[in-house]
């Protein structure tokens, strides 16, 4: 069965440092890559996303994802985290096909110290 | 433009009571989703519409859940009878439907516990 892998359930982070946050996927057929972010008390909400092209993705707040086909692999990043980047973070899956069926990982949650 | 409306925001429960959700898309968008989110889990998806008609609803456990959309826009998902385990977060969301790339589009969740 399809299925997504986010390695880190949790992740603490001093303000200023790297953020790398794994995420890998089964499935070997092409597919379409996203991550979205809850912040505290707010709805999901698109980071970036991919599904052709330059396998590396920018998205918003200067976060930035790379596709890696050879090992099923879209890890998202950002140099430099700020206070404000705590939040959940979900990588997911959409197969193509009929209805676009998304999968998603268990999240990681991104707790950035001040 | 607003956003995907969901109600109640909050819901208590006791087991084998019945509970219903509903879900406002965003306006013109023909796929609407219903996920579960259990405390620590991703949102998994439960059952998926393309307008009116069902497109997946190989997760839902048919025995207890349902879920309808009317007319194509509005959608309820119901509960009966509820067991402790669907204690979770349901979250509805909606995109145009018209490519697997399309951005989804998610309400602020219902939060049942049933005790």
């Known amino acids: 069965a399809q299925s997504v892998s986010q390695h880190n359930h949790h992740v603490i982070l001093s303000e200023a440092a790297s953020l790398e946050l794994g995420c890998n996927y089964s499935?070997?057929?092409?597919?379409?890559l996203f991550w979205y972010v809850q912040y505290p008390g707010q709805h999901l909400q698109l980071l970036l996303k991919y599904f052709s092209g330059d396998p590396l993705v920018k998205g918003i707040k200067g976060f930035e994802a790379e596709f890696i086909k050879s090992k099923f692999s879209f890890n998202l990043r950002k140099p430099s985290v700020q206070w404000s980047d705590t939040a959940e973070y979900f990588c997911a899956v959409t197969l193509p096909g009929g209805g676009f069926k998304t999968i998603f990982g268990a999240g990681t949650r991104l707790f950035v110290k001040a | 433009e607003a956003g995907v409306a969901q109600s109640p925001r909050y819901k208590i429960i006791e087991k084998r009571q019945s509970v219903a959700f509903w879900c406002n898309p965003i306006s013109g968008h023909a796929t609407l989703y219903w996920y579960q989110q259990i405390l620590g889990q991703g949102p998994k998806l439960l059952i998926q519409f393309q307008n009116n008609g069902v497109v997946d609803d190989s997760q839902l456990p048919k025995d207890r859940f349902s879920a309808e959309r009317l007319k194509g826009v509005d959608s309820t998902l119901k509960i009966q009878p509820a067991k402790l385990e669907d204690s979770a977060v349901y979250l509805c969301?909606?995109?145009?439907?018209?490519?697997?790339?399309?951005?989804?589009?998610f309400g602020p969740g219902t939060r049942l516990t049933v005790l």
């Open positions: 499935y070997g057929g092409t597919v379409n």
């Open positions: 969301a909606s995109t145009t439907g018209q490519f697997a790339i399309d951005t989804q589009y």
